[in-house]
């Protein structure tokens, strides 16, 4: 996940998070995070400069506009998660992200209305903590493939289940947190056909 204004009082915690680190240790993180992924180490690199690129895209157009949206690429798929202070800046996020090379599919979730203040952040943080810490609770998961976003009590789901069983429990694990008014399922099944992006034959 990467969240393209974000207060430095929450930074060190959600560091705790898959996906959170600083971009300047993205290369470390990636190499010791996928060796437990489903995801292999071409795709999450690739994912990762597509993150990359749509936070300077989506900073070069306007900051302020996106202060309270986060993304988050998994396998060249973009998901958009937060809020936005109008329609026309939500279609904008869209357009960007569906300009950047390798995106496959872009998801926009994002709300229209004010951004969200310190004390909801802290909230929805404790909230993504306490899911992450179930699913590392639970020995036959594999945490590692999925990455939690929680935004106004909503959390969304994203990442690869080994299969339905697997994915069935984590959704159960998240609307079963305190403090969780919707659960958005984003996962997709390691076997699902055409999941991974094609191989670049140039």
């Not at 971009?23 to 995801?39: C, D, F, H, S």
Request: with cysteine; proline share 4%; glycine share 10%.
């Amino acid at each position: 996940m990467r969240q393209f204004i974000f207060p430095a009082l929450f930074l060190s915690s959600l560091m705790l998070l898959p996906g959170c680190a600083p971009l300047i240790a993205a290369g470390v993180a990636t190499g010791v995070y996928t060796a437990t992924q489903e995801r292999d180490m071409g795709d999450a690199v690739k994912d990762s400069w597509i993150e990359t690129q749509l936070e300077a895209e989506i900073f070069d157009a306007d900051p302020g506009l996106y202060s309270g949206l986060s993304a988050n690429v998994i396998e060249g798929r973009v998901y958009l998660m937060g809020t936005v202070p109008s329609a026309e800046a939500r279609r904008d996020a869209t357009r960007i992200a569906y300009g950047i090379d390798g995106v496959r599919e872009v998801h926009n979730d994002a709300e229209v209305m004010d951004g969200r203040g310190l004390g909801t952040m802290a909230d929805d943080a404790w909230t993504a903590s306490e899911i992450r810490l179930d699913l590392i609770g639970e020995g036959d998961i594999s945490d590692q493939n999925y990455s939690i976003e929680v935004i106004r009590g909503t959390v969304y789901i994203m990442g690869i289940a080994r299969d339905e069983t697997e994915r069935d429990r984590v959704l159960a694990i998240a609307r079963d947190t305190g403090g969780v008014v919707r659960v958005v399922d984003y996962t997709v099944l390691k076997d699902m056909p055409g999941r991974r992006p094609p191989e670049d034959d140039s």
